[in-house]
């Protein structure tokens, strides 16, 4: 028999648009359409048939029936469903438990339990809880129970799943009792007895209004009993989404196939004991439906023929009626090379659809990343629009704040932890944000690049110093920071502490005034900054729950970021601004409701049409595989599949469709859909190839909006600039630099272009040589003259940990280079004894000067000398420290290592502070590796005597070659005789013009 109140709106049709004008035909008054309630499968859908209804009326007033979600798919449902459902004071049943709360119990349970022969991490812990929340989600869906669990035969599974299956066994079987002791409920378990207790009370005693149960798929059990219940009330109805009405002989195998996108609405059908003919048409708009949706559904139907009667292909050829090119009409297959250019082409797409009066246009994509692409492109035309399908918590700003927040001080404000989470646009601290960014970037410069101050804010403050910059750092920084510092470092921190102390400290950071006694930022100034905004909103429930909810849960500070992380990754916001007239960016689960317009005049682009977005990826499921769960009636791991085909289907039947997806993605290739995969065998085998539409106008627009482009190779750069800026003075070591890489010099001394130390160097060998130097500076200053005495050895090493105390923190400091000093500095002793008897005086450090004549004037030459030793025979020995590697004979001999030559004319001539002229005995390197097998070593590769004249005398030709006007600073000339560090070759993009194609190699 016939049932007259269950109804399919057919796919390609505009599903909110059609159901708000059925609905108000349906009630045939302004005031029973008043009285009528609406039930929807979420929040979302309420809103866009809300939309639908305005849209129809064009702003006319009027009254709309109450619109309620009943949860069925998504996350929407939060257990606050309406009073309708008996939910109301009086009710029998406890309230329901958060989400937060029920995570942290269940965590709770797990920690007792090892998995895989360990215990797990409360991180670990409070992730696992998360993926057994909704496994029991999903038994409270599925109708299953413990008792159903405690049925399976764990003799069937491996070892690790009956491991799983006993855990499972005993937490489903604690959990009633730990939510007891709560005196709450499960929102889903909540949920449900709600529903079957209206739907027996409908049952008894049948209302009067009109109900409409819309867009349903019935994949909850309590749902599917309402909708059989609302089927046979005397004024309520089914409408269902997009149900295939003509499947035919495919019916029985649709049934068996769970990634059909009929499967579920046939699991329906057979709880309902209707068929798929018994279902009657939607009476919608009065539009008349274009020939191509009903041909474009007879297409689908058979891309979409079950695997198990997929031979049926090889007779569509013969088939009758015969699918013809009218199914694909309007439709258009674009791939292209990557996901940049797949965005650019979907945006013209959407700006073409704008220059046709009353046309609208949306994308559907699960790719998030794709969306945010679109939405960039279009900011070109000043098309402002957000992605519908919102955006995850921890990418939103008060998200990335508070991660940033925690990292900070979990890692004691290292330098780059301090830096991100002081230089985010949220953080002011008390005073106007452009003055609070001036000063954190001075501090930066000051003493965050480079070594390590020391650890925490004390020694940062401690090194300023700048007494404006310490009194900032101090007040606007440390002080807005103690409190959460104070309940990081207590002994047993919870999870309601720490979130307390998060959200104090985020809210002093974010405030642009201080409090009234000036001792800190004013906190409720900072939480309206904070919290604003839908995301603002979403982060500050997440607080509040962690805050009531954490109250018992006891945690290790260091593992509060990654559960923060992982909480923040898990709530996602939707945009809460007023969306575009005429232009859409959707996720799947939106667009099953969007309220377009008209057929005739609405595009669809299906975007990123590739196997993991259509269909998504299987859910992991660390709990029961795929046996196991069918043994507990729990749909397969693969059941989205079947809804991403539903929705694939509802939108390609539309008029105008354009699938796109790239055939790369980060350079790796891609695999298209499966369902594209499977048009392409059904069109071929209808004949029909050469009447798809692969794109060619939208590529063409691409190919004018975005023309391919040459490059052109860089060339080695030759500045020549003018003579007046020409450097005049130069230090021993950039002569070398001069010689090599003229490029350099004019990059730094003509443009003046300083490089900037890294944020928190590592202790690299350039540092470990500062320090080295440092210390044999300070011995060699304290023991000038006559011999040493016993405790020399450990007069260096008292010098050395006076140096290295800044940074003996860091483990490569510590055991590495510290042990390879003190190896050093045994060796040095040994070896200052020996020299001691000859010497006269010894000088460390000490600045000298020289003057070479050129054609533009005088150069000024400057050096610093490690060491100088000064014989009673008047002679000079000059000395340098090398921790690193000697200069070799070779690249001394051809001129290009040049800094002990230098240092030895100033000697010779006299140019060292107030020290006297004399002849060079000897230019030595000291090579102090520290290493045990040779600690340290004297090498003297000048072979030859020192010729101060021949030195001289070079170093006039180069000066007085530069300061010819046509003599340009070419880079690098002689690529294997370069300086050991080149600071400026990223600016000479030598790689390019060196190395050509193979300059990454």
């Known amino acids: 028999m016939t049932s007259p109140s269950v109804y399919s709106i057919d796919a390609g049709m505009p599903f909110a648009r059609e159901l708000a004008v059925g609905i108000a035909k349906l009630a045939d008054s302004p005031e029973r359409l008043a009285r009528g309630l609406v039930l929807l ?6 809103r866009a048939l809300q939309a639908a209804f305005l849209d129809g009326v064009e702003g006319v007033p009027m009254l709309l ?62 992730r696992l809880a998360d993926s057994l929340g909704q496994l029991l989600d999903q038994l409270y869906n599925a109708d299953a129970s413990a008792e159903q669990l405690r049925d399976l035969l764990p003799d069937q599974f491996s070892a690790h799943w009956q491991d799983i299956l006993t855990l499972l066994g005993i937490l489903i079987e604690r959990w009633p009792d730990v939510l007891a002791q709560e005196g709450l409920i ?23 209004q009109l109900i ?56 329906l059908l057979a709880y309902l ?39 049926g292909w090889q007779r569509l050829g013969d088939a009758s009626p015969m699918i013809n090119r009218t199914a694909l009409a309007g439709l258009k297959v674009i791939t292209v090379r990557d996901r940049r250019e797949e965005a650019n082409l979907i945006a013209l797409s959407l700006r073409e659809a704008l220059e046709k009066p009353n046309q609208t246009a949306a994308m559907i994509t699960p790719d998030r990343q794709l969306a945010e692409l679109v939405i960039a492109d279009l900011r070109r035309w000043d098309i402002v629009i957000e992605d519908s399908a919102g955006k995850r918590l921890s990418l939103c700003p008060p998200g990335r704040f508070l991660s940033l927040l925690c990292d900070a001080v979990d890692a004691n404000f290292a330098p780059l932890r301090l830096l991100s989470l002081l230089k985010h646009p949220y953080c002011a601290g008390g005073m106007n944000p452009i003055q609070f960014r001036h000063f954190v970037d001075q501090i930066e410069l000051a003493v965050l690049r480079g070594p390590r101050p020391g650890d925490g804010l004390p020694a940062i403050a401690a090194a300023l110093d700048d007494a404006e910059l310490c009194h900032f750092f101090e007040t606007h920084v440390i002080a807005n920071l103690a409190a959460l510092i104070d309940c990081w470092q207590v002994p047993n921190p919870t999870l309601a502490t720490l979130a307390d102390g998060i959200a104090d400290a985020a809210e002093r950071l974010c405030a642009t005034v201080m409090d009234s006694n000036g001792a800190g930022a004013d906190r409720g100034a900072g939480a309206i900054e904070l919290w604003k905004n839908a995301d603002g909103m979403a982060a500050s429930d997440l607080f509040r729950s962690l805050a009531a909810d954490g109250r018992d849960s006891a945690i290790d500070a260091g593992d509060m970021p990654q559960i923060l992380r992982e909480l923040l990754e898990d709530i996602n916001v939707h945009p809460f601004g007023t969306p575009h007239p005429r232009l859409a960016i959707l996720g799947a689960v939106e667009a099953r409701m969007h309220p377009a317009r008209a057929v005739d005049a ?76 499977r048009m392409e065998v059904v069109v071929n085998a209808l004949g029909l190839n050469d009447n798809i539409d692969d794109g060619a106008i939208e590529k063409a627009w691409l190919a004018k909006f975005e023309p391919k482009t040459i490059p052109q190779p860089a060339v080695r750069p030759s500045p020549c600039p003018p003579l007046a800026s020409r450097p005049r003075q130069f230090s021993a070591t950039e002569i070398d630099i001069w010689i090599t890489d003229p490029y350099a010099i004019y990059a730094k001394k003509i443009l003046r272009l300083k490089p900037l130390d890294d944020i928190d160097r590592s202790a690299d060998a350039a540092l470990c040589g500062i320090l080295f130097h440092d210390a044999l500076a300070d011995f060699s200053k304290a023991n000038a003259t006559g011999q040493l005495g016993e405790d020399a050895l450990q007069q260096l090493l008292d010098f050395g940990k006076t140096h290295f105390a800044s940074q003996i923190g860091q483990p490569s400091i510590r055991y590495f280079w510290w042990t390879r000093f003190e190896a050093m500095a045994a060796w040095f002793i040994e070896n200052e004894h020996r020299r001691r008897d000859d010497l006269q005086s010894i000088y460390a450090e000490i600045n000298g000067v020289i003057f070479l004549q050129a054609a533009q004037g005088p150069v000024r030459l400057t050096a610093r000398a490690d060491r100088l030793e000064y014989y009673k025979d008047g002679e000079w020995t000059i000395v340098d420290y090398k921790t690193g590697t000697v200069p070799s004979g070779s690249l001394i001999k051809k001129g290009v290592r040049n800094q002990l030559a230098v240092e030895g004319l100033i000697a010779f001539d006299g140019g060292f502070e107030s020290l006297p002229a004399g002849e060079i005995r000897s230019l030595e390197y000291w090579q102090l590796s520290g290493k045990k097998s040779a600690p340290g070593e004297i090498k003297m590769p000048f072979a030859d005597l020192f010729d101060a004249d021949e030195v001289r005398d070079r170093l006039e030709r180069l000066a007085n070659y530069f300061d010819q006007a046509n003599t340009p600073y070419p880079s690098e000339l002689d690529p294997i005789n370069v300086p050991p560090f080149k600071p400026y070759q990223h600016l000479s993009r030598s790689r390019e013009w060196l190395y050509g194609d193979n300059a990454d190699e």
């Open 41 to 46: 499968p979420s929040r979302r859908a309420a």
């Open 212 to 267: 409409v149960i819309a867009g349903s798929t019935g994949s909850i059990a309590a749902t599917r009993e309402l909708i059989g219940v609302v089927a046979n009330l005397p004024d309520g109805h089914i409408v269902l989404p997009g149900l295939d009405r003509h499947a035919g002989d495919q019916w029985s195998a649709i049934c068996e196939d769970s990634g059909h996108p009929q499967h579920q609405l046939a699991q």
């Open 65 to 126: 029936p109450r619109m309620l979600p009943v949860g069925d798919f998504g996350n929407d449902d939060d257990g606050r469903l309406s009073p309708f459902l008996g939910d109301d004071a009086g009710s029998d049943l406890p309230p329901p438990i958060s989400k937060i709360r029920r995570q942290i119990c269940l965590a709770k349970l797990l920690r007792h339990f090892p998995l895989g022969g360990q215990y797990p991490t409360q991180p670990q812990a409070m």
């Open 602 to 677: 609405h595009r669809l682009i299906l975007a990123g049409f590739n196997e993991g977005n259509w269909p998504p990826r299987p859910d992991v499921d660390p709990w029961m595989n795929s046996a196991m769960r069918a043994a507990v009636g729990l749909p397969p791991k693969n059941w989205r599949s079947g809804l991403s085909a539903h929705d694939v289907y509802m939108a390609i039947c539309s008029k105008d469709i354009i699938v796109t997806r790239a055939d790369k993605e980060a350079g790796t290739p891609t695999t298209k859909s499966r369902w594209l995969q």
């Open 186 to 208: 499960d929102v889903v378990d909540r949920r449900n007895r709600l529903l079957r207790r209206r739907a027996k009370q409908w049952r008894d005693q049948p209302p009067d």
């Open 273 to 311: 004991e209707i068929t798929p003919d018994a279902v009657q048409d939607w009476t919608g708009s009065a539009d008349q439906i274009p020939p191509e949706l009903p041909a474009r559904r007879d297409l689908m139907r058979e891309v979409f023929r079950p695997a198990a009667i997929s031979g």
